[in-house]
């Protein structure tokens, strides 16, 4: 299908931990079309093979190809990291990964070095240590991965033990290691729970990567002349989960006008 500027895009993470992105996207670009997939039924994708998690972008990207999308968003550290393993996937629009434009940002801002918590998948790929490399020579990386914390945040653990727990573990192996001045929260679900991170280690500063990556979606757009001149974009949110929970948390973030969350399974 062929697109134009009027075209949607798509955004697309294993659960809630997009709307993060979705948040920054639509307070930088309010006229855009934006189609959202969260796709909860697979989450976490940080625990699944390079197999696995190629046959459901396949599916999510086929779907957003359908739509007629001019260019998706990878609100997913974890497909990020894959792609950038792989190469981008060829399906006649743009992919854009989340985890480039912070690493952009990163050298803007001469740290000498930087925590990156994560999933186990994007620990593990070396990806943020080597695009940050790339970008800032020199720059020394400390990762730090979670195999739960994605999934407790996106089944709602909201209140309990388990989400300041695991926060708690995360923080405090990762600076024991290094006495860190800034850390990336490289996992979109994670800045959902950011107060839990900043009481477990108020002297670090936290990062988000989904301002970084909002800036180069809009500077790509408008570099490809397809930014939508509309005043206020429709939003479709989807997800292969519980609908209710996209709602709560799309409160949480602030994010206004999210209207009926549709299930769907791709
Ligand atoms: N929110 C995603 C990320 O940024 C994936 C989390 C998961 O499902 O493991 O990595």
Redesign the pocket.
Known sequence: MTHNLNSPIGIY???V??LTVLRRLRALLPGEDIIYFG?SA???????SRQELNAITQRILDFFGSRGAKLTVS???????LFQLEGEPDCGFKVLS?IEPIAGHLARLGLEEVGVI?????VNSGMYEKLIQKASPGTKVWGQGSPSL??LV?TGRFGGDEIPTEVHRLTSELLSRRALSHIIL?????PIVDGEFMMAAPEVTFLDPAASQAEATSQLLAEQGLLNPQAKGKLEVYTSGHPALFEEVAGRLGIEGIGRVEHLVL
């Open positions: 993470d294993s659960g931990g997009g796709d697979n989450c976490p994708f940080g625990n699944r609100a997913c550290n974890t497909t990020s990291a989340i994560a999933t186990e998948f994007t994605a999934r996106d490289a996992c979109t679900h994670y």
